[in-house]
Structures are given as C-alpha cells and as structure tokens.
C-alpha cells in the first residue's frame, strides 16, 4: 500500500541533513510552509543552502529558520521586502551568501533540475551584471546566457489538499513555486490543508502528480504570517 | 497650462491615462509594481484587457473591499487583489513561460534610468551597501513584446532619467520601445528618441535641456 501521508511536521523534516540543499515554496507567505519551516527549526539541520523566492518577513517562518543561523546560502530572486529584517542585517555584516537570480530564470533552473535537464539558455539578464562571468551563445543573432538547472535533496510546500498517493491541489496564488520544486527535489514533503481521500480529487484537475511527493503532512490551519508578523512573534515561541 | 516650469505637465495619472489609451482591447498586459499599476484604472470603456501578474494569476481584479482580503490571492508587489470572472492560477515556470514566451502583449515598468538606445535600468542604483534584488525585472524586458516605460521625467533632485548611456547597472539591453513621463511621450526608435507628444506647457527646448539624451520631433 501506498501511503505518503506521515503523522507530524517533526518526523516528515527528521532527516533533513547539514548542509542540505532546501527549496521552500512561497511567494511571500503566500505558499509559504511555515509549519515545516518551523519543524526545521526545532530540528535543527546548519549549513543550509535554501532556494526561495524572498528571505522572509519578521522574525517567523523562513526569516526565522536565517535568523537560527541555519542558512549558509539563500539562491533567490527578491531578499528584501517590507518586513524583511533578518536577512538584511545578516547579508550587511557578510554572515550570508546571496546567489541572486531573475525570478523567470529562478523558476526555469527549478523546472529544469526537476525534468533532467542540466543547462539552458535565455535572454533574461544579457548584459547586466547578473550574467557577467556566464558562457554565452548566439541563436538566430540574438545573445543568450547559460544558466544551470537546480536540483535540491529536500523540498518543503504548501498546498490545499493532498491525498495518500501525493496528489496536490493548490489555493490561489499560494500555487507560486510550490508544483515545480515538487518535482526539483530527492524528497518532497507537503503540508496540506486537508487530505482527501483517493479520487476525491478529480484527475483532471490535479495540479502536482503524487510521483513528484514523497511525505504529506496534515496541517489543517496554518499560521497567518503576516498576522504573527504583526504582533512580532518570534519562533521558536 | 502653467508658465512655471515646476508645475508644467501632467500629473502620473494622467500619464497613466495616455499609458491606458496606447494599449488595445484584447492585450495581455504585466504592470509593474508602484505608479505603473495606475494604468489600471483608465482602461476606456468598451476595451477588454487582461492583466498577469507574474506571481501567478491572469485576470487579475481590483483590490478587495476591506475585510475581503486573502492573503493567499496577492499581487507582485504581495498586495490583495482579486480575481476576475475568466481568471486562472497557474505556477512560476508557467507564469513566465507567458512573459519569456512572447505571450504577453505588453508591460509597463518604471525606471531609473532609460537611454536613447532604450537600455532600461530599473532594478539596482548599484549602491554596494544596498541589498540587490531583481525580481522579474529582467524575464519582463526580455521576453514581452511592447516594454512601456511610465516615470517622472526627472529625478526628485532635477537629475535626467532619460540619458545617453545608462550609468546605473541594466535591467536589459535595447528594451524599451516607449516612454511615458510628465513632460511627453517619447518613441524609442533605432535612429533615436523621437518626440511623441508634449504635455501642456512644455516646449521642444524646456524638454531637451531636461533630457540628457538628443531628442527628436517626429518625422512626417
């Protein structure tokens, strides 16, 4: 019998190692798996080198597992936003490495390392500073630059609803990054608002295919992190 | 309509509003975050446009009415908005598929700097102490078909925007096919800037001397 769903965010991160390469989805906290991200805390794999689209807000979720000094390297797109501050100060005083990336081009790494495919080209930051030092080919007269494909051991994402076999349905824009990074990792492991059961999900409506998920954790109301945000929560509690 | 030159020309939103008149029905438009987003609310009657925002969503809404907000339906700029009758989500590979593509009609940035040769500096002052970031600047100007830029015309400190060569880090190279400021609108031709309209009050000359790059009236 196949059955991905596991009892706590605790057990499904229990083997996250040091020096993993983490994908987190979220576009902001839209997606964002905070209780997972929290579960990493507590866990507390170092050296990490993290794919996510911003750095965090306040001092919760993903600005919170920086800010527990796990994170050795952040690949992504947009670090600052209006409540980011753990970061910041972090990358002033160089206790953290910054990859930045165009998001276009963050995703297509993603979907790449998750459908075997090593390198790609595109014209998305051709002379601009984030393509100095890159290989370069001419197609049809036009430059393109060689970015590589991104593959993770872990991947953490949220979603709506799961079933036992791992297939996911998303909520809105909280879809974002999640369905690529399901496929971009050795272990994906979801927290889903709800689980249903087989074929309560319509096949035609499937957003991610179970093959891409490997753990499902049910957490049927996550945080708000703009609202812990806002009263200055700070985790671990 | 006024003499003085610190209160010639238009105000954003009625830059905002030329902005809207130049798109036509049916286009799949990306407006970027902050004055760029004003163009929303000038579409003319009878037009149909339909906005991305690269986040995920095409057929994106106003804002919420208050207490509507889902903090899980969010613009580029992480703002609530809503979706549209028609509307749909979809993930990042797919959402700049569309802009990499060539699937989106037009998009309209903000800048810092814009050369006559239509680089676009828009992302970073270059500023070593500043923490960078790109967002989906670059993926924009790189794939979209019409790149319509929407600014002041000059700095807050009187500094020209529109230059001969961008001295800010490019966002891309070549990209930018019109620009929309306070003052005109300027076309960005292979030849050179070719001046498109003036707002009121604003001459061929008071234009130049607040542009650093050799601007052009229109040919005929």
Redesign the interface.
């Known amino acids: 019998m196949i059955n991905k769903t596991i009892g706590s965010a605790k057990e499904a991160v229990a083997d996250i190692f040091d020096g993993a390469t983490v994908m987190i989805s979220g576009f902001g906290e839209a997606g964002s798996p905070i209780e997972l991200i929290h579960a990493l805390i507590d866990h507390g794999a170092k050296n990490l080198t993290v794919v996510s689209n911003n750095t965090g807000s306040g001092h919760v979720g993903l600005a919170a597992l920086i800010a527990n000094r796990q994170v050795k390297k952040m690949i992504c797109s947009f670090p600052r936003t209006a409540n980011s501050k753990v970061f910041p100060e972090l990358y002033h005083n160089g206790e953290i490495e910054l990859e930045l990336v165009p998001q276009g081009t963050l995703a297509e790494r993603i979907r790449a390392g998750g459908a075997g495919i090593p390198a790609f080209f595109t014209p998305a930051s051709v002379n601009t500073p984030l393509a100095e030092g890159k290989e370069t080919r001419v197609f049809n007269g036009l430059t393109y630059v060689m970015e590589y494909g991104i593959r993770a051991d872990f991947s953490l994402v949220k979603c709506k609803a799961a079933d036992r076999y791992g297939n996911l349905l998303y909520n809105k824009t909280a879809r974002n990054f999640g369905p690529i990074m399901c496929t971009a990792a050795n272990t994906t492991i979801v927290q889903a608002r709800e689980i249903l059961n087989l074929g309560g999900i319509d096949p035609e409506v499937v957003v991610t295919p179970g093959i891409f998920v490997q753990r499902v954790v049910h957490v049927p109301n996550p945080a708000d992190e703009s609202k812990l945000v806002a009263e200055d929560r700070r985790y671990p509690w | 309509m006024v003499e003085n030159n610190a209160t010639i020309g238009w105000e954003m939103n009625e830059v905002a509003q030329k902005v809207a008149m130049d798109i036509p029905d049916g286009s799949y438009v990306n407006l970027g975050i902050g004055i760029p987003e004003l163009v929303a609310g000038y579409v003319p009657e009878g037009r149909e446009v339909i906005y991305h ?5 095409l057929g994106m809404g106003p804002v919420p009415a208050a207490g509507e907000e ?6 580029a700029g ?1 703002k609530c908005v809503t ?1 549209i009758p028609g509307a749909c ?5 797919d ?2 598929t569309m ?2 593509g060539g699937h989106i009609d037009y998009c309209v940035l903000g800048a810092l700097q814009v050369s006559e040769k239509g680089d676009l500096a828009n992302w ?1 002052t270059g500023d070593a ?1 500043a ?9 924009l100007v ?2 979209v078909k019409n790149v319509f830029v929407i600014s002041q015309h000059n700095t807050k400190t009187g500094e020209a925007k529109i230059v001969k060569k961008c001295t800010y ?5 070549g990209v930018v096919t019109r620009i929309y400021t306070n003052l005109a609108i300027i076309d960005v031709k292979p030849y050179g800037l070719f001046i498109r309209e003036l707002a009121p009050g604003v001459t061929f000359e008071i234009l130049q001397e607040k542009t650093e790059a050799k601007l052009y009236k229109t040919e005929n």
Do not use: C, Q, W, Y
Not at chain 2, 89 to 93: D, K, V
């Open positions: 925002t690269e986040n995920g969503l889902d903090p899980e339906l969010i613009n992480k979706a989500f979809f993930h990042h590979a959402s700049f802009i990499r970073s102490k923490i960078p970031a790109v967002g989906g600047a670059m993926d790189a794939g880090p490019l966002t891309g190279k």
